[in-house]
């Protein structure tokens, strides 16, 4: 069942992606999302065998031994496993029913759908890997599966860059991530995740020499793990290929870019949680990053204008807390936050792709407003996934994100004050943004009236005028044309769902007292590792601060871009450097551009022209145009057709050969 | 001195064969053609061409008898006291023979009726020409290994001129018969120096007598021997400089006849060669690697080199053969164990690739003429995807680009060279793969992106699954490799542990 699993979306993959074209659109679109759901609910009977005990290991075949290096195929599914199986085939099941939709009008369906469940299958590989290097191939699969997405619209130039983007910087954190699987390799002559797992505890305080310090081993190798885990996730310094992935279709935003695959890096961590327990430097860095990514992309989302970009810098500051709280040794947390954060962010993302498909591919928040009246649906949905992800008590982001900010305060050393302190100021900028884009989205005047191609059609809007009194005509809003279809909004139902239950139901397992038994071995705990156990113990204020600081944000919001329209502008004046900071999103891309692209362009540029154009080419041409033509032909001259020719040749070959073996 | 007939079982199958289609032959066929009526004749004709039908399917089965016999159920041994082996390498390189025989002959039926050379002499000298191949492979004396090969190339003289009404394929036949004549004086004379100087024809005692010390050199007389038995193997071989008649035999005789030349014939011809020099002058290893060494460079180079200007796909193929033997005998340089598996590695992958290539220009036909041009590729990706896709993963493949099976058999054979210290020829090697990737993907060019020429005519569906077998067994290859490295590692243990 397992193999079923991994295996049906890359079967769907590839019936789309080489049969797409005989097979016609409908069924290049249904089978890939036929598999998947058969998948998920394979997901789901695995999640619920492995909540009764029963963990299991798939040998599929041995892929490389040489040497020492002996590497299988392996399918493993525990605790943790199971968890994203679910994760990944739900929303991924999901994503592919909306997309039937989303993409109606696009030419080249069979292509979307061979990229998203091929996607789909590298992410299995990555999760249920049992070894480095399949998390490695994962890993990379993904990251090309992204990168195809990305740049779907591959006719748009701002796709291809942002695609280009995506892919450069996460090499870099590749890069770690290759070091630091080598640096497992070298210390333990493995790479299976049992031996190295096994073995970890002996290698604590063994050092080696590096320049002029010692540095621990295991702290070296999570550090470089850790930069892979960054790339992937999108963490500060290697976050800036996020907001532009928003690039690619929005079903692949909800999927790629919020649910699943950025969420890699968390998973990483969690399932390396036996190497990260005795590396505790490395943990610290963990969550000094996480916590000024949280802080970072949250302030950021203030005040960007594209309503994906804002939804990429929450995930973005979400996944920060994911890392902060993976780093202070809380896994079970982080993995929680993960599984809440999944639901909510897929609903949001796909919410914002109805609204997008609604408004005609208009992405831009300023040119919408007062949308709920036309799209109700979706609006209620959109309002739910922003509670939840703002933590209103007893849906899914409460239990979880107020989990984190315990566990921040309970963390020991003071990159856990940090965090906590960021924690509670982000929540309160999470709150604002996220209602700042309802208000402005769903509410207020009507800007979109005012555009050089109006929407809706005069016609229509009578008809909605007339429909204005009948608040809650369902019926009637949905045979509104613009309201998405009921392939679109069915996912985005299923996830309402998740968005609101998903917390209550599992917190109790994933992180209450039974947490233990939950994930099992999955997850390690170090000796000095009580984080757990302390955080249901903290003062009643820090219970309530989330809350307080929740409907702080939600009330500054409700001023600015409800009660007082004009005070957003003023404040944008009076604040003018912080703002503009803010806008260009702390000059990061600015800075990169004029640190490594352009430098990296010129050193390009000149190894092109001079060293590749005039030395290289230079000497091919001279060969390839000159010398080799000329050879041929003395070739083809020898090539006679006489066989008095042939023999005499045959002759000097004799000669030369005879004279060869006896001087 | 025992006779030990079991050892020889697949070539008394081939033997017994062969006789029996001539039997069949003689005693099926109709009454000559003078003394019937006119309004007969047609019907003669026919039955005449369906005996031939019936004697190739006959010896197809004949050549896949042997092929399993010779691999799994006869005992390996000595045969004709001592003239005969049948050990690891004799049994890998008939397997390996007697099925490329036998696809190339299965392949073939369709074409040769087409081109009315379909009789059950054919049939017979396919046959007779495993038999000397078989023979080739396990011979362990001088008599048995030029009785084998003379064998074997008396049946090629006639097959290359099968056709004797067509003028080319005449002028073919008397070519290579002529050169073929002149090699095997070359080899007969180098025999008589190695049996002068060494005072026995069995390989076991010449290696014996021509164990040298390191630093020390064997005779004169003998060195000469050695290689002048070199040029007659290169000959067979189509080695550079003995590989002007390739081309020109390629072209003119009939085209499943040149796909048997490219494959059994150079898997046989190969098998020799280890068996002589790995054999009988494996002691002197130093000795002679220079000359296979300067073969394989030639080879490789005039293979390389020489297909750049052509514009026939058959005669492409024949200076692919020609480069690709030189790449193997880049592996069999080393004079090593793995030099030995190497070789018979890249023999067999090179012959199922160019197997699966020609049985694609068997079908490049327009309105029933042949269309061999490399323009005639022109465009096929958008009439016929899935041969384009196959012939495409074909050409990589020899031009050995990862992770295809011709990429392992260069991988294997530079491996060789280099261990055995041969760096100047692995940078001639890379040279010549370079130049020959330039032709290989040049087709790949030809098909995928320019306009599409006329379609062909439609393909027996025979040949349509060799392509696809081919292309599939060049793209799997990276998985286990079908265990044929396994294969070839235990011929070479064989031969070099002194034999079975």
Not at chain 1, 48 to 63: H, I, K, N
Not at chain 1, 368 to 390: C, E
Not at chain 2, 161 to 180: H, I, N, P, Q, S
């Amino acid at each position: 069942m397992l193999t079923a699993i991994v295996f049906l979306p890359l079967i769907g993959s590839l019936i789309s992606g080489f049969f797409g074209k005989r097979l016609g659109e409908t069924l290049a679109q249904w089978i890939p999302t036929g598999l998947l759901f058969v998948s998920a609910l394979f997901s789901w009977i695995v999640f619920a065998q492995t909540l009764g005990g029963e963990d299991r290991l798939v040998r599929l075949f041995t892929w490389i031994s040489s040497g020492e290096l002996q590497t299988d195929w392996a399918l493993r599914a525990d605790p943790l496993t199971a968890v994203m199986l679910v994760v990944v085939t739900t929303v991924s099941a999901l994503v592919h029913l909306y997309s039937v939709g989303y993409m109606a009008e696009d030419p080249s369906k069979a292509r979307f759908f061979s990229y998203l469940s091929f996607f789909t299958f590298a992410m299995l590989m990555l999760v249920t890997a049992d070894n480095f290097l399949q998390m490695f191939f994962g890993w990379e699969g993904v990251g090309v599966a992204s990168y195809l997405l990305i740049g779907f619209w591959h006719q748009k130039d701002s796709a291809n860059a942002a695609s280009m983007k995506a892919f450069i910087v996460n090499r870099v954190g590749d890069f770690g991530f290759l070091l630091g699987m080598f640096g497992v390799f070298a210390v333990f002559r493995s790479l299976d995740f049992d031996t190295v797992f096994a073995a970890a505890p002996q290698y604590a305080e063994s050092t080696f020499h590096f320049l002029w310090m010692e540095v621990k081993v295991l702290e070296a190798i999570c550090f470089l793990l850790f930069i892979g885990a960054m790339g992937k996730s999108a963490q500060f310094f290697l976050h800036t290929w996020l907001p532009d992935a928003m690039e690619g279709p929005t079903p692949v935003s909800a999927l790629i870019h919020a649910a699943t695959m950025v969420t890699a890096g968390v998973v990483m961590i969690c399932r390396l949680s036996p190497l990260f327990e005795w590396a505790p430097g490395a943990l610290a860095f963990v969550t000094f990053i996480g916590a000024t990514t949280a802080l970072f992309a949250a302030t950021v989302g203030l005040v960007q204008n594209d309503i994906k970009r804002i939804i990429a810098y929450s995930t973005c500051s979400q996944l920060g807390y994911m890392f902060f709280a993976a780093g202070l040794g809380a896994y079970p947390v982080a993995m929680f936050h993960l599984f809440t954060h999944a639901f909510f962010k897929a609903l949001l993302f796909l919410g914002a792709g109805s609204v997008i498909h609604a408004m005609h591919h208009e992405q831009d928040i300023r040119k919408m407003g007062g949308l709920w009246r036309y799209i109700p649906l979706t609006f209620v949905m959109m309002v739910v996934g922003t509670l939840a992800i703002t933590g209103l008590p007893l849906l899914s982001g409460f239990y979880s994100k107020d989990a984190i900010i315990e566990v921040a305060f309970v963390g020991k050393g003071w990159t856990a004050q940090y965090a906590f302190f960021v924690s509670l100021l982000v929540a309160a900028m999470t709150s604002f943004y996220s209602w700042r884009l309802i208000f402005k989205v769903f509410f207020g005047p009507r800007v979109w009236k005012d555009d050089p191609d109006p929407y809706p059609t005069p016609v229509e809007e009578a008809h909605d005028d007339h429909a204005h009194g009948d608040d809650h005509g369902h019926g009637h809003h949905e045979l509104h044309p613009h309201e998405s279809p009921k392939t679109m909004l069915i996912p985005i139902g299923v996830l309402t769902v998740g968005a609101i239950l998903a917390g209550a139901i599992f917190a109790p397992g994933f992180i209450g007292d039974g947490y233990e038994e939950f994930w099992r071995g999955s997850i390690f705990f170090g000796p000095n590792n009580h984080v757990m156990h302390d955080f249901h113990y903290v003062p009643l204020w820090v219970k309530f601060a989330p809350f307080m600081m929740m409907v702080t944000g939600f009330f500054i919001a409700w001023t600015l871009y409800e009660r007082r329209r004009d005070l957003p502008a003023k404040l944008a004046r009076s604040q003018e450097a912080l703002y503009t900071f803010f806008l260009n999103r702390w000059w990061f891309d600015q800075a990169y551009d004029f640190l490594f692209v352009k430098p990296a362009q010129a050193l390009g540029r000149f190894l092109w022209k001079k060293g590749d154009g005039a030395t290289i080419d230079g000497a091919i041409d001279g060969a390839s145009m000159k010398i080799a033509p000329a050879i041929a032909g003395l070739l083809r001259r020898a090539q006679s057709g006489y066989v008095f020719h042939y023999a005499f040749a045959m002759i000097l070959g004799v000669v030369v050969l005879v004279g060869l073996a006896v001087v | 001195m025992s006779l030990n007939l079991a050892a020889a079982a697949p070539e008394l199958i081939l033997a017994v064969a062969a006789l029996a289609i001539l039997m069949f032959g003689v005693l099926r066929a109709p009454a000559p053609a003078y003394l019937l009526a006119a309004g007969d004749k047609p019907a003669a004709a026919l039955a005449e061409r369906r005996n031939a039908a019936w004697a190739l399917w006959f010896a197809v089965g004949a050549l896949i008898l042997a092929a399993l016999w010779a691999g799994f159920w006869a005992p390996a041994g000595r045969a004709f006291s001592d003239a005969f082996i049948l050990d690891g390498l004799s049994r890998y390189a008939k397997v390996a023979a007697f099925l490329t025989a036998a696809a190339a002959l299965a392949l073939s039926r369709d074409l040769m009726g087409r081109l009315e050379a379909l009789s059950y002499e054919y049939a017979v000298l396919v046959v007779l020409a495993a038999l000397g191949m078989g023979m080739m492979a396990s011979a362990n004396d001088l008599i048995s290994l030029y009785i084998g090969l003379e064998l074997q190339s008396l049946a090629l003289y006639v097959l290359a001129a099968l056709r004797r009404d067509d003028a080319r394929a005449t002028e073919a036949g008397l070519k290579y018969f002529v050169l073929g004549a002149l090699s095997s004086g070359l080899l007969l004379f180098g025999a008589s120096f190695v049996y002068g100087y060494t005072g026995s024809i069995n390989f076991d005692v010449i290696r014996a007598v021509t164990a040298v010390e390191e630093g020390h050199n064997l005779s004169v007389g003998l060195l000469i021997g050695i290689s002048l038995m070199a040029c007659g193997i290169g000959f067979k071989l189509s080695a550079a400089p003995f590989h002007m008649w390739t081309p020109d035999v390629y072209q003119g005789a009939p085209l499943p006849i040149a796909a048997f030349f490219a494959s059994a014939a150079k898997i046989a011809a190969a098998a020799m060669l280890l068996r002589l020099f790995y054999g009988a002058f494996g002691e002197a290893t130093s000795q002679w690697r220079d000359i296979l060494a300067v073969l394989a460079a030639a080879s490789m180079l005039v293979g390389g080199f020489g297909a750049l200007v052509q514009t026939n796909v058959v005669r492409l193929l024949a200076y692919s053969s020609i480069g690709n033997v030189g790449f193997a005998l880049t592996g069999m340089a080393a004079g090593t164990a793995q030099g030995i598996s190497s070789g018979l590695l890249y023999m067999v992958i090179y012959a199922v690739t160019t197997l699966g290539v020609f049985a694609f220009l068997f079908g490049m036909r327009r309105g029933g003429k042949p269309a061999l041009a490399i323009s005639d590729f022109a465009g096929l990706a958008r009439r016929d995807m899935a041969s384009a896709l196959c012939l495409g993963a074909l050409m990589f493949s020899l031009a050995g680009v990862p992770p295809l099976a011709g990429f392992f058999a260069k991988l294997y054979a530079f491996q060789a060279a280099w261990t055995a210290g041969l760096g100047y020829l692995l940078v001639i090697a890379v040279l010549a793969a370079v130049v020959s990737a330039f032709y290989y993907i040049r087709v790949v060019k030809v098909m995928f992106f320019d306009e599409p020429a006329e379609a062909f005519d439609p393909q027996p569906f025979g040949q349509r699954l060799a392509l696809y077998a081919a292309a599939a067994f060049s793209l799997i290859f990276v998985i286990g490799g079908f265990g044929l490295p396994e294969a070839a590692q235990r011929a070479a243990t064989a031969l070099i542990g002194g034999g079975a």
